[in-house]
């Protein structure tokens, strides 16, 4: 914004009948009619210009396919529901074919979703769950990530990357509520911010079901009857206040519906008055060149991210690619060739038989390396994601980057937690140089674990 902005000039053009998605809130709105005008405002929690979004529909509307990805956790992945065609992003995904494509041209859903992810897996290894060509990205992670501020971080990392796509995708932010955890705010509340900051609109559930919900309980404190029609039931008939159900889907699609197509309503307005931008500087759709979360200068400038993940799971889009010999090794001194290695000391892909739909890049033996070329790029950050158990037997590793071993970083898979046994993600390194370095980890022969278990299992790796 310049300091005396020019007036945004409007040009009158031949008038055309509106759309029908111009029709908000009137007669013809059924959306408006189920839920109210008041509540549709209290769930634009961030509105802002919509720049890339009103792009992205007229992209559509020129006759050109356009790609939708979703990322998210378990509801958004449709736990509970006993079909896909009640899930709200396939429910939102037909109105756009329906209210902006045609028959020629091709909207396609891809719904990279996967439960108990959190911000700092999607911000590095979205790529595994959705394709890069995508025009549309809605996240969906209010509440699986806790209120944490390196969450918040990854959050604002995932969007950041999601913006350096080749397409220049348009984002959306989807909040939608959970009542099960130790406080009402979560993840989503500082996810807010970051939102605003790169002018994301936010579409949240919880700005209209929770004061109903907070209302009703307050009149009768045995009142269910609002989160018993909106949220999942377990099989003994509970309610679920995590996963939200059919009813729950339904709202969801038609909060995005309705800002939609207020959004292109605008657009299309905006094209008939030939409405151009004020003069001066265009930030229509800026990435901000520092973080949020850095301290304000007049130079710094954040290079785009371009994320690197290798996972061990199984059909891995980006399969873990350890190094071969010399740079990994089987056990042994490479530099005694005395000793003859055991290809069995390997890290080598592993899962328990009891249970093989999960994968891990395991290794066993103290000594034992196992090394991967990665590619930093924004932050020069270097991650392993390990898997920590109190039960599993797991022992530890030093990780170090390229010929720095003494600047490197020991991880320990076990821990003094019963019963909870997650991978866990811990930094080896930040700011390197920007391109290609060496990531290598040894198991050592100290470890954590009273059994004296060296055990290692890795899950990740990214960069960013």
């Not at 029709?23 to 005008?37: A, L």
């Not at 409405?275 to 301290?295: C, M, N």
């Not at 290809?343 to 196992?370: E, I, Q, Y």
Request: net charge negative; with cysteine; hydrophobic share 35%.
């Amino acid at each position: 914004m310049t300091p005396t902005p020019t007036p945004v000039t409007l040009e009158k053009v031949i008038e055309e009948p509106e759309p029908q998605y111009c029709g908000y809130c009137t007669s013809t709105d059924e959306i408006c009619k189920r839920y109210g005008s008041f509540n549709l405002a209290r769930s634009r929690a961030y509105d802002g210009p919509n720049a890339r979004l009103k792009r992205v529909l007229r992209k559509l509307r020129s006759g050109q396919k356009i790609k939708i990805g979703i990322i998210g956790g378990s509801v958004s992945a449709g736990h509970g529901l006993p079909d896909h065609r009640l899930n709200w992003s396939y429910l939102y995904a037909q109105y756009i074919r329906e209210t902006f494509g045609s028959e020629n041209v091709e909207v396609e859903l891809i719904n990279g979703s996967v439960g108990a992810t959190v911000s700092d897996y999607m911000e590095t290894c979205f790529l595994e769950h959705i394709t890069e060509d995508v025009d549309l990205v809605i996240i969906e992670l209010a509440i699986n990530d806790m209120r944490l501020e390196k969450l918040a971080m990854g959050y604002e990392n995932l969007i950041r990357a999601v913006f350096a796509l080749p397409n220049r995708p348009a984002i959306v932010n989807l909040q939608i509520m959970a009542l099960m955890f130790p406080a009402i705010t979560m993840g989503g509340d500082l996810h807010t911010a970051v939102a605003q900051y790169y002018d994301t609109p936010i579409v949240s559930v919880r700005n209209v079901l929770l004061p109903h919900i907070l209302r009703s309980t307050e009149l009768n404190p045995t009142d269910t009857s609002v989160e018993d029609y909106w949220y999942y039931h377990n099989d003994d008939g509970s309610i679920d206040l995590r996963h939200l159900g059919i009813t729950g889907h339904r709202m969801l699609a038609d909060l995005l519906i309705s800002f939609t197509s207020r959004v292109a309503c605008e657009a299309w307005r905006e094209e008939q008055q030939q409405q151009h931008a004020p003069a001066g500087i265009d930030v229509t759709e800026y990435i901000p060149r520092e973080s949020l979360f850095q301290k304000f200068d007049h130079t710094t400038k954040l290079l785009p991210a371009r994320p690197f993940c290798q996972i061990s799971a199984p059909n891995a889009k980006h399969p873990l690619m350890p190094l071969p010999q010399p740079v990994s090794s089987e056990g042994h001194d490479a530099s005694d060739m005395s000793q003859v290695p055991d290809p069995s000391d390997a890290f080598a892909l592993w899962s328990h038989p009891g249970n093989p739909g999960k994968v891990w890049l395991t290794g066993r033996k103290p000594g034992v390396k196992v090394s991967f070329a990665v590619k930093t790029s924004s932050l020069g950050r270097v991650r392993v994601t390990y898997l920590k158990s109190e039960s599993y037997g797991l022992g530890s590793v030093w990780c170090w980057i390229d010929a720095d071993r003494e600047k490197g970083e020991r991880l320990d898979g076990w821990w003094p937690v019963e019963n909870i046994n997650v991978a866990h993600p811990q930094t080896v390194a930040e700011s390197l140089s920007p391109g290609d370095h060496i990531l290598t980890c040894e198991i050592l022969e100290d470890t954590k674990d009273p059994g004296g278990g060296t055990e290692f299992r890795i899950v990740a790796i990214d960069a960013l």
